[in-house]
């Protein structure tokens, strides 16, 4: 299991429609799926071995197995939280004939924390939103609402992965700027 982070450089103008990040640029199937086979060939020159690889391509439980693998937990939001990355991440499968030493699963660090359920224009918490409308609880109003809220993203950035992601991007870029600055100028 492996995580690519999808956090993107610019966001959409605000008074433009707005589409989710992660739909952003390119396919991420294809580009998740590419970079996998690249790490299992480059696995195979050491270690040879037979593999398959998916980005929500398969019927893999992968935030089951991300949690198993120990990159990260489920949050109220339904989604992976990854302490580094935050949410912002596409999770891709690796399934492979070599043994490995299995990780140990992260403990959820999410606590008492509720500012994704705050931050949810329904207030809902879309976790239990997914288990209702697959259940077939629901009308096609409330469907597309649940819809609506699990694509706007609000529970994503008040997430404080989020914040931690912010503030890990801007310490990169401050570094970025100090080594730009300390170089000889021709």
């Not at 610019?10 to 589409?19: E, F, G, N, T, V």
């Amino acid at each position: 299991m492996v995580l690519m982070n999808y956090y993107p450089r610019r966001w959409q103008s605000a008074d433009k429609p707005q589409i989710a990040a992660y739909a952003y640029g390119n396919d991420y199937h294809h580009i998740v799926k590419s970079k996998l086979s690249q790490l299992a060939e480059e696995i195979n020159k050491v270690a040879p071995h037979s593999y398959a690889v998916f980005c929500d391509s398969a019927p893999v439980m992968e935030r089951a197995w991300a949690v198993r693998a120990g990159l990260g937990w489920i949050g109220r939001n339904g989604m992976l939280v990854n302490p580094k990355l935050g949410t912002f991440t596409f999770i891709g499968t690796l399934i492979t004939t070599l043994e490995l030493e299995p990780s140990k699963p992260m403990e959820n660090h999410c606590g008492t924390c509720k500012k994704c359920i705050e931050a949810c224009p329904m207030g809902l918490e879309p976790y239990l939103l997914n288990k209702l409308a697959k259940a077939g609880r629901m009308d096609d109003l409330e469907a597309n609402k649940v819809y609506d809220c699990i694509e706007c993203g609000c529970c994503q950035f008040t997430c404080p992965s989020y914040i931690y992601l912010l503030d890990s991007i801007r310490l990169a870029k401050a570094n970025v700027m100090k080594i730009m600055r300390s170089r000889p100028k021709k």
